[in-house]
């Protein structure tokens, strides 16, 4: 299994920045998938969790409405379209899943929301 973020970056409140994951080496169309973040000297914390065909998604409050997780099953890639962005979001992001009760991240992707 093998997981790869990318579109992190440098932006000011308000901007915008979407985030990728490729997948490898598993089936992609057959599992749920996940973004996490991890911010400075705080615990990992789930953001947006996607099924398998995409017809379940659901958010971290506090990205609701600002967050959008989708998932390219042909292309093997999950997304996660980041708007109005906070000081807050700032946090290195990775992508997740788990198969057969394994856990499997990314290498990870920093955000950082700064004027």
């Known amino acids: 299994v093998h997981l790869v973020e990318s579109g992190g970056g440098l932006v000011q409140p308000g901007e915008s920045l979407r985030l990728s994951c490729a997948g490898s080496?598993?089936?992609?169309?057959?599992?749920?998938m996940r973004w996490y973040r991890q911010a400075p000297g705080k615990e990992r914390e789930q953001v947006a969790y996607?099924?398998?065909?995409?017809?379940?998604?659901t958010y971290k409050d506090s990205v609701k409405g600002r967050f959008t997780i989708s998932r390219d099953n042909a292309e093997e890639k999950m997304y996660l379209q980041m708007n109005n962005l906070k000081p807050e979001d700032t946090a290195v992001y990775y992508c997740?899943?788990?198969?057969?009760?394994?856990?499997?991240w990314g290498q990870g992707i920093r955000v950082t929301v700064s004027s």
């Open positions: 080496g598993f089936s992609f169309s057959a599992v749920d």
């Open positions: 996607i099924s398998n065909r995409g017809g379940t998604r």
């Open positions: 997740h899943l788990r198969i057969n009760g394994e856990r499997y």
